[in-house]
């Protein structure tokens, strides 16, 4: 142990006496922090996160390669060891003496970096300093231990200096360390996880911003554990002492040996992609943390009131202060700011009706397996958020399905409308929602009802099936009482079972909504508690009494006028829906002209249409008795592509007779009370998450500037609309 301990001290002495180790210790990482802070405007956020890590990496390597791996073949081209080779020592405190020497060199510089990131950009001291500081102890010593074994495996400083370079220079780039890695092509990102920097990258960004622990970093850790192990055993197995020893070509081999625990790494991640969503989850999550000032804006708060003309500070994905006026100077709150004059900030719109498993529209080939339905599926939720719309319920849709893209969207590795939904919709055998199968071949039929509806026959089923439809995710429970009319007849669920279904979603927390069709259904639905109503009537008149108990009860109404105006307008014939600015841009390719072809080749449906009078009379008469009213647009029906419907419903609850800031109110506040989300969207306050839509013009005087989409932020981050659909310009460049 006494060898051991003098060696470390030994080599302390000659480290703290070393002018360029103290430089490449402590001056060049200040230097390239304060070079990187200006450049990536640090003060303004999350950026500086971004410095902070990119300059640990660059220190961890520049100490392994650079301090260990260089200076160990100079020591030893300049007969240093040589001289230790006369003492009573072996290789093995040589070795053990570096490792610890440049761990005692970093952790100062490491620690340092911290403090001024903190009191001179603001950045928060790291919640797991703990994880932190156990993280960066192995990834030094495991850097020490692989420039220890470039310097038992090379034979000159020339050497030296070629294999260090080949595997610094595609640490540096390739890792996130200097270039967002989540930027590359997803072949390079798969290159990059075979390279050790890239899990550190990973690890230090997870602890940083995700305020990950240890344990979720385990698989870097040991990684790393085991390269300090592998590559210290064979460093001391090939030391050499003179100049004169050399060792042969093929004894570089050796080095890959050292790398091999991070080489079984980067198959797992090839084949689990995990890391490749974790940098996304990463990128994501910094460009949310940025600080942003909006100023000169018209704000609806969402609950009516108006600010003429106010300035907002969004921070760390929240808005944190919101003033009337001007507001500050950008620079006193070290934001990036955003004028906005002559525009409208808004809470982002809420759609709380949709069917994300059909398309809107009528495409020349459907996807074909679950891989295409997912990607199908994920451009929707995109296509929602480039139109403004933040936050969507889908019902009657593979729970499956759901789970997983509301899993992609929460976690940030897709960005998309945020996603709630009710799973399979209730109804019965013959009841409205089953007539989709008829065609169905039966070998499917049973797989696709169970995917999609759920028909229990008893109060007792009912109650049982709503129960396991919890622990999957459920945010809410659908009910269907429409019997259809005309020439749509649709047998009717029994009121004993719909009462079951309530029983089950109160016992289970979740809000029930129920497809009506008249004002029979409405009053059963009242009857059992309903949270919310889903059509209303469309063959009477719902009764005062009715509208009276929904306002009384906060029971939500979302008429879904937009279906009602476009299937009322298909049937005559006008397809103009689908030539209108937002549809355009936001469709997939060629979505629209094949819609507009098939539509084109079938016979006119004489007769079928809504009474659109009598819709709008119910939706006049139920705002003035004071009923909350919600947007939902039925999108996925033809021709209702998903994303910008939203706007054409505001302008039908406008020709409806609501006021302005009702209808607003409708796509905000009271979207989000339906959902159960209002203490954190919905609105615009301190506070709450910096979900908002930014338009040009004044909804106020004209809802249909709604259309005129300048800004989308969502969670604080600022969308960059047009990189939303990066998947339609590979597909065409395929």
């Known amino acids: 142990m006494n060898k051991y301990l003098v060696s470390i001290l030994t080599n302390l002495k000659l480290t703290s006496r070393d002018r360029m180790a103290l430089f490449f210790s402590y001056a060049f990482p200040l230097m390239f922090f304060f070079i990187f802070g200006q450049m990536f405007g640090s003060g303004m956020g999350g950026g500086i996160v971004q410095v902070v890590s990119s300059v640990l990496i660059i220190g961890v390597l520049g100490n392994g390669f650079f301090g260990a791996g260089m200076r160990a073949v100079s020591e030893r081209e300049t007969n240093i060891l040589r001289r230790y080779k006369v003492a009573p020592t072996t290789a093995a405190p040589i070795v053990v003496s570096s490792l610890v020497t440049g761990w005692v060199n970093y952790i100062p510089s490491a620690t340092l970096i911290i403090t001024l990131a903190h009191f001179v950009y603001g950045m928060p001291w790291p919640e797991r300093w703990f994880s932190l500081f156990v993280f960066l102890t192995f990834a030094v010593i495991a850097f020490r231990a692989l420039g220890m074994i470039v310097a038992s495996v090379v034979n000159s400083m020339q050497e030296s200096q070629i294999v260090i370079q080949m595997m610094y220079l595609p640490m540096l780039f390739l890792s996130g360390a200097t270039f967002p890695i989540d930027a590359m092509p997803v072949w390079l990102q798969s290159v990059a996880q075979f390279l050790p920097a890239s899990h550190l990258y990973n690890g230090m960004q997870g602890i940083l911003v995700k305020k990950e622990s240890l344990l979720e970093n385990w698989m870097a850790l040991v990684a790393m554990l085991s390269t300090i192990v592998v590559a210290s055993f064979l460093s001391i197995k090939l030391f050499r002492w003179e100049k004169e020893d050399k060792i042969r070509t093929s004894g570089k081999s050796w080095l890959l040996a050292a790398m091999v625990p991070f080489f079984i790494l980067g198959i797992y991640q090839s084949y689990s992609h995990e890391s490749i969503g974790k940098n996304k989850q990463l990128a994501r999550s910094l460009r949310r943390s940025r600080t942003i000032l909006i100023r000169g804006a018209r704000i609806f708060i969402g609950d009516g009131t108006v600010i003429a003309k106010g300035a907002l500070l969004i921070k760390d994905g929240k808005i944190q202060q919101i003033w009337e006026g001007d507001g500050p100077e950008p620079k006193s709150v070290k934001a990036d700011p955003i004028e906005a004059y002559g525009k409208t900030i808004l809470p982002g719109f809420i759609d709380t009706h949709i069917h994300l498993g059909a398309p809107g529209g009528i495409p020349e080939k459907y996807p074909a397996d679950s891989k295409a339905m997912h990607k199908a599926v994920a451009r929707e939720l995109a296509a929602y958020l480039y139109s403004g719309v933040t936050a969507v319920k889908s019902v009657g849709d593979s729970i499956d399905l759901m789970r997983d893209m509301a899993k992609l969207t929460d976690s940030g590795e897709k960005l998309g409308a945020e996603l709630f939904y009710v799973g399979p919709m209730f109804t019965t055998e013959g009841g409205?929602?089953?007539?989709?199968?008829?065609?169905?071949?039966?070998?499917?039929?049973?797989?696709?009802?169970?995917?999609?509806?759920?028909?229990?026959?008893?109060?007792?089923?009912?109650?049982?099936?709503?129960?396991?439809?919890?622990?999957?995710?459920?945010?809410?429970?659908?009910?269907?009482?429409?019997?259809?009319?005309?020439?749509?007849?649709?047998?009717?669920?029994?009121?004993?079972?719909?009462?079951?279904?309530?029983?089950?979603?109160?016992?289970?927390?979740?809000?029930?909504?129920?497809?009506?069709?008249?004002?029979?259904?409405?009053?059963?639905?009242?009857?059992?508690?309903?949270?919310?109503?889903?059509?209303?009537?469309?063959?009477?008149?719902?009764?005062?009494?009715?509208?009276?108990?929904?306002?009384?009860?906060?029971?939500?109404?979302?008429?879904?006028?937009?279906?009602?105006?476009?299937?009322?307008?298909?049937?005559?014939?006008?397809?103009?829906?689908?030539?209108?600015?937002?549809?355009?841009?936001?469709?997939?390719?060629?979505?629209?002209?094949?819609?507009?072809?098939?539509?084109?080749?079938?016979?006119?449906?004489?007769?079928?249409?809504?009474?659109?009078?009598?819709?709008?009379?119910?939706?006049?008469?139920?705002?003035?008795?004071?009923?909350?009213?919600?947007?939902?647009?039925?999108?996925?029906?033809?021709?209702?592509?998903?994303?910008?419907?939203?706007?054409?419903?505001?302008?039908?609850?406008?020709?409806?007779?609501?006021?302005?800031?009702?209808?607003?109110?409708?796509?905000?506040?009271?979207?989000?009370?339906?959902?159960?989300v209002a203490n954190r969207i919905g609105y615009v306050k301190p506070g709450y998450e910096a979900t908002l839509l930014i338009v040009d013009g004044n909804p106020l005087e004209d809802m249909s500037v709604t259309e005129r989409v300048s800004l989308v932020f969502f969670k604080g981050e600022r969308v960059a609309r047009g990189d939303l659909f990066d998947d339609d310009l590979e597909e065409t460049a395929k």
């Open 432 to 676: 409205h929602g089953t007539e989709y199968f008829k065609k169905v071949p039966a070998a499917f039929r049973k797989q696709l009802e169970e995917s999609i509806v759920r028909l229990p026959k008893t109060k007792e089923e009912a109650v049982r099936m709503v129960g396991e439809l919890k622990p999957q995710g459920v945010t809410g429970i659908k009910a269907i009482l429409e019997a259809g009319g005309g020439s749509f007849h649709f047998n009717r669920m029994d009121t004993l079972v719909l009462a079951g279904i309530a029983e089950g979603a109160k016992a289970n927390g979740l809000p029930l909504v129920v497809h009506t069709g008249d004002d029979r259904d409405v009053g059963d639905a009242l009857a059992v508690g309903a949270s919310g109503i889903e059509h209303g009537s469309i063959r009477d008149v719902i009764s005062d009494a009715h509208l009276a108990a929904m306002a009384k009860m906060h029971v939500a109404f979302a008429p879904t006028l937009a279906v009602v105006n476009a299937v009322n307008a298909l049937a005559a014939g006008n397809l103009d829906i689908l030539s209108r600015s937002l549809f355009e841009q936001s469709a997939p390719r060629g979505l629209i002209e094949a819609t507009k072809k098939a539509l084109g080749k079938e016979e006119k449906k004489e007769g079928f249409a809504f009474p659109e009078y009598l819709i709008l009379s119910n939706v006049r008469r139920a705002a003035a008795a004071g009923v909350m009213l919600v947007t939902g647009t039925d999108s996925g029906n033809v021709p209702l592509i998903h994303g910008p419907a939203v706007h054409r419903e505001l302008q039908m609850l406008i020709k409806a007779g609501l006021t302005p800031i009702e209808a607003l109110k409708a796509a905000t506040s009271n979207g989000a009370k339906l959902l159960g």
